[in-house]
């Protein structure tokens, strides 16, 4: 099976320079801000000749919670959407902002973003040069800065 969702988390802590950066969703998260990735679609897309996966649609929900404020939430969702779009990930819906019941003082905002992934295609690396994020991307033998 082909999965994304680690690259994602690390580029998107990477990017976002947010600390608190999950994988499992949380209604009340222990630390502010937090950033939550779920991978909640990988359903197969395309198989080959001998019905071996060879596709995947990834399907990536960004969950931002914050106690500062709305203008804390809507700086780490754009930057999860930039981060999204150099992955070569649209985003599809959202962001949404959502009332949390358990706790009226947690703002949160949440986005789904999709993208086609071939079984030969990679998820760009993200490293940090500096001040300034790069992403990386095979294309062919060479490393292509995107």
């Not at 990988?42 to 000749?49: I, Q």
């Not at 930057?79 to 985003?91: K, P, Q, S, T, V």
């Amino acid at each position: 099976m082909l999965r994304v969702r680690n690259r994602v988390i690390t580029n998107i802590k990477i990017h976002t320079k947010c600390e608190n950066v999950q994988s499992e969703p949380n209604r009340k998260p222990p630390k502010f801000p937090t950033i939550g990735v779920q991978e909640i679609d990988g359903s197969e897309r395309f198989l080959d000749l001998e019905n071996n996966e060879n596709g995947i649609n990834s399907v990536i929900q960004i969950n931002i919670y914050s106690q500062v404020g709305l203008d804390e939430v809507d700086e780490l969702m754009s930057l999860c959407g930039e981060a999204m779009r150099l992955m070569g990930y649209i985003r599809t819906t959202g962001p949404l902002q959502i009332d949390n019941e358990l706790d009226k003082s947690i703002h949160r905002q949440v986005a789904r973003f999709n993208r086609l992934i071939g079984s030969l295609d990679e998820v760009p690396r993200f490293e940090v040069i500096s001040s300034f994020v790069i992403g990386t991307s095979k294309i062919g033998s060479k490393d292509v800065i995107v």
